[in-house]
């Protein structure tokens, strides 16, 4: 059974900064990648970043790249996405989940390949 808590959201102005974090239960060494994804208020989900667990390997979504960062730390079985200069489109639940069975590149966005899931944490960003 896998258990992923989200925490870390926040209010904040636009060009402000949040961490959030994503503590994981788990059996995690076979893991592929961790990932976050957000959901606007009358939007699809949609894919933000992703880590793969072992080689730490990144991915991020075009609209926040060079903005955020996402990290990993597997002594504390934690995921990190560090979000900078935000801006109030930014502002969305977040989602981390977890990929434990597709490993190729090709499947680090795909929210139906992820088998678990967070709550979520809201962000909201001010203009």
């Known amino acids: 059974q896998v258990q992923l808590v989200e925490s870390g959201g926040g209010l904040v102005q636009a060009g402000g900064s949040l961490r959030l974090s994503c503590a994981a239960s788990g059996r995690t060494f076979s893991w592929y990648f961790m990932g976050w994804f957000r959901q606007a208020p009358g939007k699809e989900r949609e894919f933000v970043a992703a880590?793969?667990?072992?080689?730490?390997?990144?991915y991020y979504a075009e609209s926040v790249k060079g903005r955020f960062t996402i990290s990993r730390d597997n002594a504390k079985n934690t995921v990190y996405l560090q979000m900078s200069r935000l801006k109030p489109e930014d502002t969305a639940v977040y989602y981390c989940?977890?990929?434990?069975?597709?490993?190729?590149?090709?499947?680090?966005?795909?929210?139906?390949?992820?088998?678990?899931w967070g709550r979520g944490t809201q962000v909201t960003v001010s203009s």
């Open positions: 989940a977890v990929n434990r069975y597709y490993s190729g590149r090709s499947y680090y966005g795909l929210d139906n390949k992820y088998d678990s």
């Open positions: 880590i793969t667990w072992i080689s730490g390997s990144t």
